[in-house]
């Protein structure tokens, strides 16, 4: 009895002592709480792993590294794994220039590179792809992901030196979905992207309806694809990866092409394929066709860059660390004067041609358009102008607008220099045009097929709305010059010394209708006889390009697209001034850009004409800009794995 009642004072005591302890801890735990970053973790970015692999590529690697350098990640979590071999051009010395000037800001820089051999046994050329070009690819890639594991990087990043993606936060957009593989897709020029729609028995790319819809964006998100390539994320925290391999397994039985070997492992470890086009993520430029010569690829990068500049009038990003090589100085191309017409008033426009000139090495004189909206009934009596009696807009009914007054006279103005300087021949260009791909070699090989034949001509369309295809036919022995149909838009033709004689001989001014109305009466082909009648002779020796070299940079009903002509009448104005009665025009600019007028940034246009009276169709080229969603022209049926595939 005794021992029990010593036992319970004893615990007792200790769970004193205990309690006073804790108490006194708890104490002195909120008198010194623990420092603030202790309680406030950060936790680092996942690690990156990027393979970098180069051959031939010196035209796109200062706008692939200009992205890779802007991406919003942590540079000290991402490694670098840089290969580059068989290169007959700059490659190799511009790598080792970067990574010299920008290494350090990498968690690490491995790289190595083959100066020799600069081709392939049995290779035809830069694009050719024999079975050793293959094997050399697919043993890289496997050596890169295998060193990603090695390193226990978190997320294997390939992108090909032909791809620039400019969503700087691309990485954590990416690892948001949690997907074992996705990628963001890219567009190009054409409907080639980086991932398929589907597969045929065989395993070769097929073209479906639902991979239009995601290329377009006609549908957006995230969706379950057969293949990605060229660009994509695999996350190596997921257990499957480990069975992914770019070599061929053994039960592989299809051709030898790493896309297409590492999507079968893909298959065999359970893991699926996605693509992402919630956003415009960036540009890619298409495979050439195996014979093309590498001038070839250097002339579609440069059609990208004038793409991705149509809507934001942004050039393509660039990077500082590497050497560009001297600009070769801008020409005329054989022209005695270019003539660019844009709107005092339209400083975007102007900076985007400028800027696209400037790429292409075009030198042209800036010609400051007539604005419609200064236009008034005494300057209009001043000139002489008056409507040509009967006129009435084709599509509409209408009168002449002040914009097309306008128009009419930037391009009479360019007329008459043509004819005081004794200028030979000349191209104008207006300011709402793209260029489509090979503008220069393809304006080349068309003057040397004009000089070849000694054609007189008068006008040239270089782009122009078609709207009778069927009344046009090639000249003999021709692929690329034809004899023009009533036709609309002026938006680039060229024009020689006698066929500004022969516009400016009509005197115009007195009898005027749209200038795009007005050349095809001058070459005698427009359905008006009662216009017709009014101009004589009509004896313009007028021709075209074809396929066209440039078009409209949007269409009606295009987002971003706003009538360039604006469109009050002054006649209603100059009866009411002849009356001694004051008069007020009706202004109505149209936008389809949220269904409002455009603001003070991009305001119409009234000396240029791009007139939404004129029914339009769809755009000839791809458009790839961050802002853009416009489908291009469709390839032709591909047999290859999908580097083929236009």
Known sequence: MAKMSCSRIYSQLFCCILVGSLTTISLVLAANPPPAHESEIEIKKPTVFIPILARNKAHT????????????????????????????????????????????????????????????????????????????????????????????????????????????????????????????????????????????????????????????????????????????????????????????????????????????????????????????????????????????????????????????????????????PEEKPANKMGFDEIYLVNLERRPLRRLRMQAALKLLRIDFKLIKAVDGKLLSPDILREMGIDMLPGYADPYWGRVLTKGEIGCFLSHYNIWKEVVERNLSRILIFEDDIRFGARFKPRMASVMAEVAARKLEWDLIYVGRKILHMKGEKFLSDSTQIVTPSYSYWTLSYMLTLEGAKKLLAQEPLGKMVPVDEYLPIMFDKHPEDEWLAQFRPRNMRAFSVDPLMVSPTHYTGEKKYFSDTETSSIWEELEKARNGKPGVAQTNETSTDGGNAPNEQVPPSEGVKHSESRKDTPNEFNQITPKSAQGGMDGAGQTHSGREEL
Request: cysteine-free; hydrophobic content about 35%; charged content about 25%.
């Open 61 to 324: 690697l200062p706008h692939f590294f200009g992205y890779l350098e802007r991406l919003n990640y942590p540079k000290d979590r991402i490694t670098l794994w840089i290969r580059a071999d068989h290169s007959v051009d700059n490659t190799i010395p511009m790598l080792r220039e970067w990574i010299q000037r920008v290494a350090h800001y990498y968690h690490t820089v491995d790289y190595a590179f083959e100066e020799r051999p600069q081709v392939y046994a049995l290779e035809k050329g830069p694009h050719d792809w024999p079975s050793a070009r293959f094997n050399h690819l697919i043993d890289l890639r496997d050596q890169a992901l295998q060193e990603a594991r090695n390193v226990w990087a978190d997320y294997f990043y390939t992108m090909d030196v032909d791809n620039f993606v400019w969503e700087q936060n691309i990485l954590d957009v990416l690892m948001s979905e949690k997907k074992t593989i996705i990628a963001p897709m890219l567009q190009s020029t054409t409907y080639y992207s980086n991932f398929w729609g589907g597969v045929t028995s065989k395993g070769f790319y097929k073209r479906t309806k639902e991979y239009v819809k995601i290329v377009k964006r006609n549908v957006t998100g995230v969706f379950k694809v057969p293949m990605v390539h060229s660009t994509y994320l695999i996350n190596l925290n997921h257990e499957a990866t480990d069975k992914l391999t770019y070599k061929p397994l053994k039960d592989y039985a299809q051709d030898l092409d790493d896309m297409l070997t590492f999507a079968h492992s893909a298959k065999k470890a359970g893991i699926s394929f996605y693509i992402t086009n919630k956003d415009h993520y960036g540009a890619m430029l298409y495979p050439p066709e195996s014979h093309h010569p590498l001038k070839e690829e250097v002339e579609q990068m440069l059609h990208t860059k004038l793409e991705t500049m149509l809507d934001d009038h942004v050039p393509m990003s660039t990077s500082p660390f590497i050497t560009l």
